[in-house]
T-cell receptor, first 115, second 112 residues
Framework: DTAVSQTPKYLVTQMGNDKSIKCEQNLGHDTMYWYKQDSKKFLKIMFSYNNKELIINETVPNRFSPKSPDKAHLNLHINSLELGDSAVYFC??????????????FGDGTRLSIL | SQKIEQNSEALNIQEGKTATLTCNYT??????LQWYRQDPGRGPVFLLLIRENEKEKRKERLKVTFDTTLKQSLFHITASQPADSATYLCALAGNTGNQFYFGTGTSLTVIP
């Protein structure tokens, strides 16, 4: 069973389009994250939710909107896609809330390419 | 803002030797430090966690040290094997423990 699964694995689309990436975890974790990894492999946190509540919102354009329908799912919707949005987006989850430093479990990423 | 740097982007070592990777940080006082392994086309996989009040952690052939005075963590792989070839990432978090900042990564190649 895949612990953290993301769909789609690849996403190729035109500039200006709107797209969504879905993430589900079956580990029973309380906290979920979205990260962006650029072409230089630098991994940067975007958002984090704990029990469906937004707890981290880094400096991310408001074209990016996360949604957590329940604590096992965290989706990412992106409006008006731009060339600079091309990257690999990773979803992750961890157990516990604040003050634990618990390991994060990552999905295998969604490779977004903007034409 | 915090800055996290890992030693040279690429490190090549001979099989059987000990690989040592460094993670240096500035403008930050982390309470937690983690190391991850990332293979091409895959997400990072957690390896070890060390807390600010711990000097050293071991797991099988892996050893991590954490020096809050030098603001540095060292990650050692002893008796390295070609299968250890991957990119290794360090990640730091403050007291809240749920917001991790990742380093730039080091690509390790173990030569048979």
């Amino acid at each position: 069973d895949t612990a953290v699964s993301q769909t789609p694995k690849y996403l190729v689309t035109q500039m200006g389009n709107d797209k969504s990436i879905k993430c589900e975890q079956n580990l029973g974790h309380d906290t979920m994250y979205w990260y962006k990894q650029d072409s230089k492999k630098f991994l940067k946190i975007m958002f984090s939710y704990n029990n469906k509540e937004l707890i981290i919102n880094e400096t991310v354009p408001n074209r990016f909107s996360p949604k957590s329908p329940d604590k096992a799912h965290l989706n990412l919707h992106i409006n008006s896609l731009e060339l600079g949005d091309s990257a690999v987006y990773f979803c992750a989850s961890s157990q516990g809330g604040r003050g634990h430093g618990q390991p994060q479990h990552f999905g295998d990423g969604t490779r977004l390419s903007i034409l | 803002s915090q800055k996290i740097e890992q030693n040279s982007e690429a490190l090549n070592i001979q099989e059987g030797k000990t690989a040592t990777l460094t993670c240096n940080y500035t403008n930050y006082s982390p309470a937690y430090l983690q190391w991850y392994r990332q293979d091409p086309g895959r997400g990072p996989v957690f390896l070890l966690l060390i807390r600010e009040n711990e000097k050293e952690k071991r797991k099988e052939r892996l050893k991590v040290t954490f020096d809050t005075t030098l603001k540095q963590s060292l990650f050692h792989i002893t008796a390295s094997q070609p299968a250890d070839s991957a990119t290794y990432l360090c990640a730091l978090a403050g007291n809240t423990g749920n917001q991790f900042y990742f380093g730039t990564g080091t690509s390790l190649t173990v030569i048979p």
